[in-house]
Each structure stands twice: as C-alpha cells, then as structure tokens.
C-alpha cells in the first residue's frame, strides 16, 4: 500500500500560532473577558461545547474580514505550502481536521486546495459574527472524524498520514499508519508519533518519511522543490 490520505492539523502544524482562540481574542482585544472561561476549560469544568460558545460570544458583532485579516498575518510553518503541493502532485488527497475556527481554516482551504476540511464554525450574518458556534470537532473527537474521512475517502488506515502537534492530534496518530508530531507540545505528543519532527518546519516531512517508511510515499511525489537542510 501507498499514502493516499493526508491529514494535518491546522494550527501549530500547518501554521504557526498554535490556539487560534488565544490568537485572535488578543488582537481583538477579548483576552482579558475570556479569562474565567479559560480557568474553567482548563480545569475541565466547562464542557467543550460550551466553552467554544462562551468564546465565540465575545466576538459577536466582529466582522468576518476584520477576523480573516488577522489570520492572514499568521504565517505558514517553513515547508507547509510546499509539502501540500508535492503530496497533491503526486495525488494525494489532503485533509485538515481542526477544533480551529472556519474563518481560518476556509482562508487555508482557498490557498493550499485542500479535498476536505472538517473544523468549528463560527457562525455570521450578513458578514458579523452572531456570537454563536457550531462544534463539528469535539474536543476529543479528532480520532473519530478520521475514521469517518477514511470511509468517505475509500481508504484504509495504512494509506493514512497523520499530523498534528498536540495531545488532541493522538487519537489521529492512532487510526493512521504513520502518525507525526511537529514540534511537538509535550511528551505525551512525542511519544505517540512513529516520526518526530522537533522543529516547527515541515520541510525535512517528506525526506524523512521516504526514510522511515521505504516505497509508502507515491513514487511521482516529488519534494526538489523544497529547501532541505538535513
């Protein structure tokens, strides 16, 4: 079998900020209001749904331009464009799988083609944000919305690449054949991945897979473009 299905996280593995909730409430100038239910969430307190809601609350009326202009300042991890395309060239389907928010996420669809993109929803109408949410990646879920890509895609789990930088991105290791942490957030994280990349730069991705997995990544997927500095 060769990789058929790639499948990233978004923030802090495709771009840089790794919580686009702490990203964007300190450049709307949110943080300080969203500080109980931050306590809360991290004490496990607050169920996930709810905490998305109470976050997204603080931003209604914020328009979706203003928000998309700060996401736009967020740069890509050195690699990440590259790496997308060389893996589409040689047809690979690309997924994202994100508890980010669609005003990003839809930004990254439009640039990098992705196939499938599964992420929260902030809600607008007539282009301000309403304050309210829809969850579609619960908290611990990200395991499960594979499971459902690889059906919707026809493949198996040892067609499947994976990669995250964070203990949510776990359960996506476990329903892939190779599962990456990109710098990753913590042990926990480093130890669940078959390949660790320690720097935030998915730039030397492809090389090492060739590596670490002889003949799996497709023979026409080609990486010349890329910088490599191994």
């Known amino acids: 079998m060769v990789l058929r299905l790639a499948i990233f996280d978004l ?5 840089q900020a790794r ?5 964007l409430h300190k450049r709307l100038g949110t943080w300080e209001a969203c500080q109980p239910a931050l306590v809360r969430g991290l004490a496990g307190e607050l169920p996930y749904d709810e905490w998305l809601r109470l976050d997204v609350a603080l931003w209604k009326g914020v ?7 700060f996401f736009r300042k967020n740069p ?23 508890t980010g928010l669609n005003v990003h996420a839809d930004l990254v669809q439009a640039e990098l083609g992705l196939d499938r993109l599964v992420c929260n929803e902030v809600l607008f109408e007539n282009g301000l944000a309403t304050g309210e949410a829809r969850s579609h990646v619960p ?3 990200k395991g ?33 054949h190779v599962g990456v942490a990109v710098n990753p957030s913590s042990d926990e994280v480093r130890k669940a991945a078959d390949l660790v990349l320690e720097e935030p730069d998915l730039t030397p991705l492809l090389p090492r897979l060739r590596e ?6 497709p023979a026409d997927c080609s990486d010349l473009d890329l910088v490599i500095e191994l």
């Open 11 to 15: 923030d802090g593995t495709l771009k």
């Open 19 to 23: 919580d686009p909730y702490v990203y």
């Open 63 to 69: 328009s979706r331009a203003r928000m998309e202009a």
């Open 76 to 98: 890509y991890l050195p690699g990440a464009r590259e790496t997308v395309q060389a893996l589409k060239q040689a047809g690979v389907w690309i997924a994202v799988v994100s």
């Open 139 to 141: 908290e611990k879920g």
């Open 144 to 176: 499960q919305v594979v499971a459902e890509l690889q059906a919707e895609f026809g493949v198996a789990p040892e067609e499947c690449l994976a990669v995250g930088d964070g203990s949510l991105d776990v359960d996506m290791f476990r329903r892939a």
């Open 212 to 217: 670490s997995v002889p003949g799996w990544i």
